[in-house]
Nanobody, 119 residues
Framework: QVQLVESGGGLVQAGGSLRLSCAASESSSSINAMGWYRQAPGKQRELVAAITRGGFTTYTNSMKGRFAISRDNAKNTVYLQMNSLKPEDTAVYYC?????????????WGQGTQVTVSS
C-alpha cells in the first residue's frame, strides 16, 4: 500500500504563491503518474494537473500558466507551484496517482492539504 503525504498548504493573500509537495512512501507502477485534484466547498473535485515519470504533463486549462507541476523521481515526490493565487483557488488539494495520465485518480490518494486564498 503506497501512502501519499501532502504538505505545503496554508493561508496566502491573493496574488501570492504556494508550493505543495506530495511524497510517496515507495516507488511502484501505481505512481507512474502523479498529480493533484482540488475540491472547493460545495463543488465537485476537479483535476488540477498531473505528470508522468517521463515528465509528460496535463493541466486543466483554467490553471495552466499560473500553476506548474514537477516531479523528482528519485524522491518519489511531486510538486505543485501555484502562482498568482486567487480566492477561487481556495480548496482542499489532494495528491493522487495512477498507472498513466489517463488513469490519474484511479490509484492512491493523500489526505489533502488546505489552501486558503484571502482577498
Amino acid at each position: 500500500q503506497v501512502q501519499l503525504v501532502e504538505s505545503g498548504g496554508g493561508l496566502v493573500q491573493a496574488g501570492g504563491s504556494l508550493r505543495l509537495s506530495c511524497a510517496a512512501s515507495e516507488s511502484s507502477s501505481s505512481i507512474n503518474a502523479m498529480g493533484w485534484y482540488r475540491q472547493a466547498p460545495g463543488k465537485q473535485r476537479e483535476l488540477v494537473a498531473a505528470i508522468t515519470r517521463g515528465g509528460f504533463t496535463t493541466y486543466t486549462n483554467s490553471m495552466k500558466g499560473r500553476f506548474a507541476i514537477s516531479r523528482d523521481n528519485a524522491k518519489n515526490t511531486v510538486y505543485l507551484q501555484m502562482n498568482s493565487l486567487k480566492p477561487e483557488d481556495t480548496a482542499v488539494y489532494y495528491c493522487t496517482s495512477g498507472l498513466t495520465l489517463a488513469h490519474i485518480g484511479y490509484g492512491y490518494w493523500g489526505q489533502g492539504t488546505q489552501v486558503t486564498v484571502s482577498s
